[in-house]
């Protein structure tokens, strides 16, 4: 079996010392922690050895001897094979290096019944990075035996004790005042933030507002989706328990990062907003804007009712779809002027919510904007209501017209003999339907087109996937040496950065794939571009 | 052979993909246990390129003199730039690597033409076994390279299947050669 090594990089240039490490059980593969350097006390070694072993909870022990000798110092080999015999192990791992050379060399000496010493084929890992423990395999044990040895890494070379270590934190480590304080903030500004959490969430799951139709509103409305999803974030990042494993220790620092960088996007929105009475200036110019939308509705309609791109309509009906819009339409106005005096304070209020995330104040706008292009929302329910009739409508005559009928049983097209007068009936019902085609069409068509325009308005998110693990590079090595692999940390990628940042999408396109539109589309089945689309955090 | 031998052999002549195109393969034998498997497809002809460029550009011309716009012109060059820089960075893969480390996992890396490298690491815990399936596409049959990993909690049942090589997609002689040289290794862990 191949013995395999998991050596880090800062190792490389350490001085010739003892190798400190674990042997992972049953793998056959063993982790150096650090390099301890000479001159040493053997005994000092032990006790220091066992002490971490101790604090850390990780079996650590000395793995064998690395040297790599600088000038003058020859005849190390024999003393370090001789120190295999100060500290008893099963397997002794020799490696070594050469200076100018990239590669190690590396025997095993195994200590067996008669005391002889044998070689084994080897493999050598050098790793890089940041651990991140998950589950029982092989990589992150070896992750999770570097997390977990953290008081392994608090003396360094440089410090004044009897022992000297060199470790992958030797280049210095990282610590920052700010993360301190945070860490000690952090505890009772969790408490306070569960309970008004827990206040919140009683309030809204109070009997009042879980009637059927709030219910059914609240649903569609995003605003009140974003503040669940808001809600839920919250109660993740600020429970006082403390993050079981790592990935759920980076979905809360996730949250808690966007959480933040969402509101301090919301302030910087709100210092411009109310900064010249933009408020007012904007508000001035919605109801104008909600009128000029009316009116080229109205046109629109008119054109429709007279003879649009030289197509000739059936007056009775065009008339009357044209009247029927029109009216709502006038009701629609109507309904905004009555409105126009309150639109000022409204939106000032509004734009006082985007204190608690850029997100927030975007998600009531899209909401705003759905109430305002309400109307234009009726009108496509309509057309697409008549012509999902009218198309089901001649389908079935279709059938009629060619004696054959759908059998709902077995969900196919089946022969049958219709009497005269059904005949006779369903052909003159076919051809009304088919001539009256045409306008019905134009209007859905029509509308639909606005309909599509004003649902893309809001944007678009996508979907990635995550990206995470690890890459290995086979190095180049000289012969004679075992092979060497380098370990590097497979990094995230911007877009699934993205993705778990983003608590949540108002996802505009439909949910289905664009063949399934097409063929709603056609088919005139209403399009619903509310559903959410879940986001799965990994 | 002695371990630790780096061995080099390339051999492209007699390759080619499902469609007919010629693909060229590299095996590296790095250690007794470690073999690493590079299958190149062909790199984006200049002769495609300047068909599809100067099609759409005879368009906006087309359209530029019936319209008078200039505007035509300016989203054409644009439409053709982005959609260039789209395809060699997301689309065009140039070539795709297999390494299999035996005792440790496999890792299937695919390279655009862009220079952008995405890999995937899969361990060997996880990892049932190494096998070429049959797939029945349209009108034909195929043979695709796939890793059938399991759940360690349940060895016997395969829980996923990672198709390999999928956008060079080789032939069953190619694959044939890959195949063996990935079951010498799982055989020998």
């Not at chain 1, 933009?278 to 508000?283: E, M, P, S, T, V």
């Not at chain 2, 095996?27 to 099609?55: L, P």
């Not at chain 2, 220079?115 to 190494?130: A, P, V």
């Not at chain 2, 069953?172 to 290794?185: A, D, G």
Request: hydrophobic share 40%; proline share 4%; aromatic share 12%.
């Amino acid at each position: 079996m191949v013995l395999k090594i998991f050596f880090p990089q800062c190792c490389n240039k350490a001085d010739s010392g003892l190798l400190v490490g674990r042997w992972i059980p049953g793998q056959n593969s063993a982790v150096v922690l650090a390099v301890i350097h000479y001159p040493f006390i053997p005994g000092q070694v032990k006790q220091y050895i066992h002490q971490m072993r101790g604090q850390s909870g990780v079996d650590l022990t000395v793995l064998g001897s690395w040297s790599m000798p600088k000038e003058g110092q020859e005849g190390m080999e024999s003393f370090l094979r001789d120190l295999s015999t100060i500290f008893p192990q099963g397997q002794w791992l020799q490696l070594s290096r050469e200076m100018g050379k990239i590669g190690f060399r590396c025997h095993i000496l195994t200590r067996d019944q008669n005391g002889k010493l044998v070689q084994q084929e080897k493999e050598l890992k050098e790793e890089n990075g940041v651990p991140d423990p998950q589950t029982e395999s092989q990589l992150p044990q070896v992750f999770g035996t570097v997390c977990q040895s953290e008081p392994l890494f608090f003396l360094d070379k440089y410090d004044d004790s009897p022992v000297k270590l060199t470790h992958w934190q030797s280049e210095g480590r990282e610590g920052s005042i700010i993360v301190e304080l945070m860490k000690q903030a952090s505890t009772p500004v969790c408490l306070l933030t569960t309970w008004i959490l827990t206040l919140w969430t009683s309030l809204c799951s109070s009997r009042i507002l879980n009637v059927r139709p709030m219910r059914f509103i609240s649903s569609k409305l995003s605003t009140c989706v974003q503040l669940s999803y808001r809600t839920e974030h919250l109660q993740t990042v600020s429970s006082p328990t403390r993050a079981s494993t790592h990935t759920h220790f980076m979905r809360k620092a996730n949250i808690f990062v966007s959480f933040f960088v969402d509101v301090s996007l919301g302030l910087l929105l709100i210092s411009w907003l109310y900064r010249e009475n933009r408020i007012g200036k904007l508000a001035n110019t919605l109801v104008p804007a909600a009128d000029h939308v009316a009116k080229e509705l109205e046109e629109l309609l008119q054109w429709l009712m007279g003879a649009p791109a030289g197509l000739k309509m059936n007056r009775a009906l065009d008339q009357v779809l044209g009247r029927f819009f029109l009216y709502h339409i006038h009701l629609w106005i109507s309904y905004i002027h009555l409105m126009s005096p309150f639109i000022e304070m409204i939106l000032w209020y509004v734009g006082l919510s985007a204190c608690l995330g850029l997100t927030f104040a975007l998600s009531l706008l899209s909401d705003i904007t759905a109430l305002l292009t309400f109307h234009i929302y009726c009108f496509y329910v309509y057309g697409a209501r008549l012509y999902c009739l009218k198309v089901y409508g001649l389908s079935s005559l279709w059938r009629l017209f060619r004696g054959k009928k759908w059998n709902v049983l077995r969900q196919r097209v089946d022969s049958c003999s219709y009497d005269l007068d059904q005949l006779f009936i369903g052909t003159l019902l076919f051809t009304i339907l088919l001539f009256l085609l045409p306008t019905t069409a134009l209007y859905y068509l029509v509308f639909t087109m606005l309909r599509l325009v004003v649902v893309m308005f809001p944007g678009i998110f996508r979907s990635y996937r995550l990206a995470e693990g690890v890459k290995f590079r086979v190095l180049c090595e000289e012969p004679g040496t075992p092979l060497h692999l380098m370990m590097d940390i497979n990094p995230l990628k911007v877009s699934s950065v993205i993705q778990t940042y983003r608590t949540t999408t108002y996802s505009c396109y439909p949910k289905d794939s664009w063949l399934a539109l097409c063929k709603k589309l056609f088919l005139g089945e209403l399009i619903y571009p509310w559903r959410h689309k879940t986001t799965k955090i990994d | 052979m002695q371990n630790g031998d780096q061995q080099y052999s390339m051999e492209d002549e007699t390759y080619t993909d499902i469609d007919g195109k010629a693909i060229s393969l590299e095996c590296q034998r790095h250690s007794g246990f470690c073999r690493e498997f590079t299958v190149s497809s062909a790199k984006v002809s200049i002769g495609r390129v300047m068909v599809y460029t100067c099609a759409v550009w005879l368009t906006a011309y087309i359209i530029f003199f019936v319209t008078e716009n200039t505007a035509v012109l300016s989203s054409a060059i644009i439409i053709t730039l982005v959609g260039m820089m789209v395809h060699i960075h997301f689309v065009k893969v140039d070539h795709e690597t297999l390494l299999i480390i035996g005792s440790l996992g496999v890792q299937v890396s695919s390279s655009y033409a862009s220079g952008r490298e995405s890999t995937d690491f899969i361990e060997m815990g996880k990892i049932k076994d190494i096998v070429i399936n049959e797939a029945i596409h349209m009108q034909r049959v195929i043979y695709y390279l796939c890793i059938l990993l399991k759940d360690p909690s349940e060895p016997d049942a395969v829980s996923s299947v990672v198709p390999l090589f999928q956008s060079s997609k080789p032939r069953l002689n190619c694959l044939v050669k890959v195949y063996k040289s990935c079951q010498e290794i799982l055989a020998k862990c």
